[in-house]
């Protein structure tokens, strides 16, 4: 998703090629998602397994898909671009996938189910409501006012309700979230709610001007046995700080400026990273180099979200 926001600055016409193959494969497993395997199934990684890596893939697919075809959209900004581009047969086929994928009946009605590996903040017990507002912030990116759909109304109705019976049992992480998609798909928060986790959010900014997912991840401990890390980190100040903008707040918020300036000052210039840190394990103790690499991977995405919005306003 924050990819294609950096097409401007690199002078670039269209998805690199990178890009491209993720697109090529999401798109593929859609068209095919009958047939396909999920990537995990009960039989190799246990019960319910199928049934998550479903769930997830589907709100995650037309997560994507949607987000390009707004991306593709000439001009404007990110909501003009929303109501400008065009929907492809792919994006309405993966949001026919996620919607038969969605939760009709239980405690977790309107949600999906969702990929549960005992890791914060995307894998955990509590992380299908992270899931949920994911597909809401699809809906509202899909172009074509896809949200006023007559067909997706019960759908999107328990995914609303979903969200507000939750809410309250939700991580600040999970909450900032929902405060992006709240700005995607307009209902979701009440403007006094709003408001309040607004000012919840710049109430945990630190003195260096970032802020830091530990403070947000309720008390979740490390499976190493390892403290977690306190310091100011990418991934919180980058989602953060592009959640507010989203929200509307003031470009000219002196918080908000403080914090784009540590984004600004804390990219790794060797190798164009932002650092944040696993809540599950220290560097020390992970599976292999590459899950090491998920929360850059994810700080610099959510950095790049954030200092692009601030450029196009």
Same mark, same amino acid.
């Given at each position: 998703? *924050? ?12 998805? %690199? ?35 998550? %890596?479903?769930?997830?893939? *589907?709100?995650?697919?037309?997560? @994507? ?16 671009? %929303? ?36 890791? !914060? ?15 809401? @912030? ?34 600040? *992480? ?7 998609? %709240? ?16 000012? !919840? ?50 470009? !000219? ?55 692009? !919005?601030?450029?196009?306003?």
């Amino acid at each position: 998703m *924050s990819r294609p926001a950096l097409r401007g600055a690199l002078g670039e016409q269209g998805p %690199s090629a990178n890009e491209r193959k993720l697109l090529d494969n999401v798109t593929k497993r859609v068209r095919l998602w009958k047939e396909v395997a999920p990537f995990y199934s009960d039989a190799d990684r246990g019960v319910y397994k199928t049934a998550e %890596s479903r769930g997830t893939e *589907s709100v995650l697919n037309a997560l @994507i898909l949607a987000s390009n075809d707004a991306s593709n959209a000439a001009g404007g900004n990110a909501n003009a671009r %929303s109501r400008n581009g065009h929907l492809s047969e792919a994006t309405r086929a993966a949001f026919e996938n996620m919607w038969a994928e969605q939760q009709t009946a239980g405690a977790q009605k309107g949600a999906w189910p969702w990929l549960r590996f005992k890791n !914060e903040p995307w894998e955990a017990d509590d992380s299908g409501y992270y899931g949920a507002a994911l597909a809401a @912030i699809a809906v509202g990116t899909a172009p074509e006012n896809y949200r006023a759909r007559a067909g997706i109304q019960d759908n999107l109705k328990m995914l609303r309700e979903y969200l507000n019976r939750e809410y309250a049992a939700q991580t600040l *992480s999970n909450r900032a979230v929902l405060l992006w998609a %709240s700005a995607k798909l307009p209902g979701l928060l009440e403007t006094k709610q709003q408001k309040a986790l607004i000012r !919840e959010l710049l109430s945990k900014q630190q003195a260096d001007g970032g802020w830091s997912l530990t403070s947000m991840s309720g008390d979740w401990k490390r499976h190493d046995g390892t403290p977690q890390e306190a310091q100011s980190d990418g991934y919180a100040t980058g989602l953060i700080a592009f959640a507010l903008q989203q929200a509307g707040i003031s470009q !000219e918020n002196v918080q908000l400026k403080k914090g784009r300036a540590w984004l600004a000052t804390n990219q790794n210039r060797t190798e164009g990273f932002w650092l944040a840190y696993s809540l599950n394990n220290n560097e020390e103790h992970h599976i292999s180099p590459d899950t090491a690499r998920f929360m850059k991977d994810a700080a610099t995405a959510y950095a790049v979200l954030a200092l692009s !919005e601030s450029k196009s306003r």
